[in-house]
């Protein structure tokens, strides 16, 4: 394949995702439609998909509205007053900073079993290396599905106030452990001091559930762009394979309720994977606006990503004509989040607006339209050039 078709042959897959199917919610009939695709697409491609299903949260927003929850009831119940009383609220709080911390750092928690799960599944495909045996592998991936379209993520002046609210509420809860140790110290405490941290909690609380109630967003930034350039970069892969190194497509459901496709995925082939060296590609909403690539990411505690992938970047960005990639200081997680945390070379690459904007995320408006040809060549052939100097 022509370089310069990547573009457009991930932009018809793109739009072939939004035409015939539409929003692919985490768990939905619609999801599976998208991983039904893309193994159509690589079976003509001669290769051999495997379809690994697994077991999903079907909500991102959920967990955080019972720990929220959890939180304010602890509050009442140390502010009601009574020994015992104050001791579970106080129980109650300490148990819901942990599971809080957990699930925004992409761990497990009980609520993980509790809360309502679905079906979903993983899609990939190996190619195998041009000649030689393997000596490195390349995965290149991206996520099939998409997520709800909350209030606050219709604007950007509202996307701003969900990162203060965010951090507002994680705030809070650290606020109340220390007014609940210092009560339970000085027996006495002026009331108004719960006022901010439990408006802060309201506030969050008021965020996950009409976020659940959203309707899907069409996705095709996020992510029809990343499934269209791996198909593209497959279909260019399986002519053209790379000397010694083996490449995996990788296509996960469900990364934005938590990155639970890549969670199963890599525990599933931990063996495999860690048996040669192995360097993720991650593509993250590439096809608006500029080429750049995630160093650090994180919505609480903030992971720096792979030295070696990050110097590579630079390198391609430096020496590749029409390549030039800024690096970007992520404010949410993704699914180099887990696979760094596996102990994985990994790197996101995406799409930036100017002032460091991520186009259309999480909008009704991320509609196929908005989808520019040439940034998804640009992505492409950014993690090719990557793939074959890594
Ligand atoms: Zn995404």
Redesign the pocket.
Known sequence: MNNDSFGQRAYEHARWLLENIGARGSTTPQEKAAADYVKEQLIALGLAPQVEPFCSPTSAWRPFAVITGLSLLGKWLFIRGGSRSRLAGLGANLLASFWAIREIDLEDTPLRWLLPNGPSRNVWARIPPAYGTARKRVVLLG?LDT?RSPWIFQTEARTRWFHRIVQAGFASLGLSLVLMVVGLIYRRLPKWLWIPPILAELASLALDLDADRSPYSPGAN??AS?VGSVLALAEHLAAHPLPETEVWVLFTGC??VGCYGMRAFLAQHETELKALPTYFFDF??TGVGDLAYVVDEGLLIRHTYSPVLRRLAEEVSREAPGLQARPQHAGAY?ESLVIHKAGYHTITVNSLLPGNKAAYWHQMADTIDKLDPQALDRGCRFVLEMAKRV
């Open positions: 996520h997520h996020d992510n990343a990364e934005e993250e909403m993704g």
